[in-house]
């Protein structure tokens, strides 16, 4: 029973329930005995919606991501759906405490986490996160002492986070591979990367060499890129179809591929390379648009943001079960079929 029909099932005022429920004084014995038997009966259910809405306190949640101008827009997105989802969930108090940190540099999510740890005005009730740097991630969830905490983006399945929220990376890079034998068949295909961790990433890889050599007469490259600078990337670029001139499509594992389109695009090798990437930024978007880019994986940023700000809530205020995993769709992005 809820407050209100304990009330009147006692024909009492619902301000002597909750005095009763609360052991405060200006009840008398007869009154006391008779709710407290009504609750002992039926039991008593109280309204957390309720609760939350005459609390004060926030309910704080940390966000931890690569700098928001990274994966060509990616993580905003990410950020940007937690920020709908706190605006969705008006008018209980949800605060988002957000970190960045630079996933090119080691350690440095490890460092910028401290903040949620030794500064005041960062202490938080829960944790989103992507984690992209497993072993730092791994060090910076034991600090967090029991409180729950969220990926998305990305599993890390040597944690127990309370709820995951992304794409099946292996299924995603197989459906690449399968795509890009639908375009070219068999031949030389190169996975070009620029982040050396990540389960995702390495996932996507196995998905789409696995099913690409599934054909005796194909073979994938996995190759990675360090040098960020246009002259080195270029030269990479250069030197990789030196070596290999017969390479007939690439795959990349994350935001970035509109790089590789570029240059597949200004030495004249669209005609015979097809490129495959993931997400659905918005140089993605227009590479699809003006045929530099053939086919984009996208997973839905925004939803993964909002929904782990939902889960959040229903589970810790509300109280609520639910899922430990969310399973992102594999969005299939062609040029016909951009909106």
């Known amino acids: 029973m809820t407050l209100v029909e304990i009330a009147e099932y006692a024909h009492v005022s619902i301000g002597t329930v909750d005095r009763v429920i609360h052991n405060r004084k200006g009840v008398s014995e007869k009154t006391k005995k008779l709710i407290q038997s009504i609750i002992d009966e039926y039991g008593y259910q109280p309204n957390p919606i309720a609760r939350q809405l005459k609390s004060n306190k926030p309910f704080v949640i940390g966000v931890l991501l690569p700098t928001l101008e990274s994966g060509c827009g ?25 970190v960045s940190f630079d996933r090119m540099i080691a350690g440095d999510a490890f460092i910028k986490s401290h903040q949620f740890f030794e500064n005041p005005d960062k202490i938080i009730d829960a944790l989103i996160t992507t984690p992209v740097a497993p072993e730092e991630h791994m060090e910076i969830v034991s600090k967090l002492n029991g409180k729950p905490y ?22 995603g890079g197989y459906c690449a591979g399968r795509i890009m034998r639908m375009f070219q068949g068999s031949g030389t295909f190169a996975c070009i990367r620029m982040y050396p961790s990540g389960y995702n990433l390495r996932e996507r890889i196995r998905g789409f060499t696995e099913y690409i ?109 639910i899922p430990s995993r969310i399973d992102m769709p594999i969005d299939i992005y062609f040029k016909e079929n951009i909106i």
């Open 213 to 321: 050599q599934k054909d005796a007469n194909s073979v994938v490259l996995d190759e990675l890129y360090t040098d960020f600078s246009d002259s080195g990337f270029y030269s990479f670029m250069q030197n990789l179809f030196e070596k290999h001139n017969d390479i007939k499509g690439i795959f990349v594992p994350h935001a970035e591929v509109n790089l590789m389109s570029y240059f597949i695009a200004d030495q004249g090798l669209k005609s015979r390379v097809t490129v495959i990437g993931y997400d659905l930024v918005e140089q993605n978007r227009e590479g699809l648009l003006d045929g530099t880019i053939d086919c984009i994986i996208g997973q839905r940023p925004e939803q993964q943001g909002a929904d782990a700000v939902h889960k959040l809530y229903q589970a810790l205020m509300l109280h609520q079960d």
């Open 74 to 98: 990616y993580y905003k997105a990410l950020y940007d759906g937690m920020l709908q989802g706190v605006e969705q969930l008006m008018p209980f108090k949800i605060e988002l405490k957000f």
């Open 150 to 171: 969220v990926y998305i983006d990305t599993p890390l399945g040597t944690t127990q986070p309370l709820l995951t929220i992304a794409q099946n990376p292996y299924k």
